[in-house]
């Protein structure tokens, strides 16, 4: 039997495909086969906002806490076009909080002192150090906004 190449898919037909795939990290993984790939993704990709794991409560002072769970091993992304949340399983955020991200990667915070920072992407699991958010007294204020894919080699 003759082998396989994915990427020698027939353009028209991968849209199609793609659009067919009930799981959004089945259509974001599609992208990673080649250049080709990723660009038809990106022109059906639904678009996902991040659920922040960082919570508020009120103390018996009237003073606003932060919260978030430590154990926690999944992020919640939305889905604008059809209103359901998924949850992703990303063992990279235990013990971390998240409250950004920017071109689908999420802005990853230890809670434990020296507080470090991560970029992470939870579909192809790269993961970028930042330097540490130890200066900060309030890590859970960061937020990221980058000007591209921070793995693009202009970013």
Request: aromatic share 12%; glycine share 2%.
């Given at each position: 039997m003759a082998q396989v190449q994915w990427s020698d898919l027939l353009v028209e037909i991968l849209p199609i495909i793609f659009q067919k795939l009930k799981d959004p990290c089945d259509v974001y993984r599609c992208g990673l086969v080649c250049v080709l790939w990723k660009s038809i993704v990106t022109t059906i990709l639904p678009q996902f906002l991040l659920h922040s794991n960082v919570g508020t409560f009120k103390d018996e002072t009237g003073t606003f806490h932060f919260k978030a769970p430590l154990n926690k091993?999944?992020?919640?992304?939305?889905?604008?076009?059809?209103?359901?949340?998924?949850?992703?399983?990303?063992?990279?955020?235990?013990?971390?909080?998240?409250?950004?991200?920017?071109?689908?990667?999420?802005?990853?915070?230890?809670?434990?002192?020296?507080?470090?920072?991560?970029?992470?992407?939870?579909?192809?699991?790269?993961?970028?150090?930042?330097?540490?958010?130890?200066?900060f007294s309030r890590p859970y204020d960061l937020r990221v906004i980058t000007s591209t894919t921070p793995l693009n080699p202009t970013c």
């Open positions: 091993q999944s992020c919640s992304l939305f889905n604008t076009q059809t209103n359901e949340t998924h949850e992703i399983f990303l063992p990279q955020v235990e013990k971390c909080l998240f409250s950004s991200s920017s071109f689908g990667w999420l802005l990853t915070i230890s809670f434990e002192p020296p507080h470090e920072v991560h970029l992470l992407n939870p579909f192809t699991k790269d993961r970028i150090q930042l330097p540490s958010a130890k200066q």
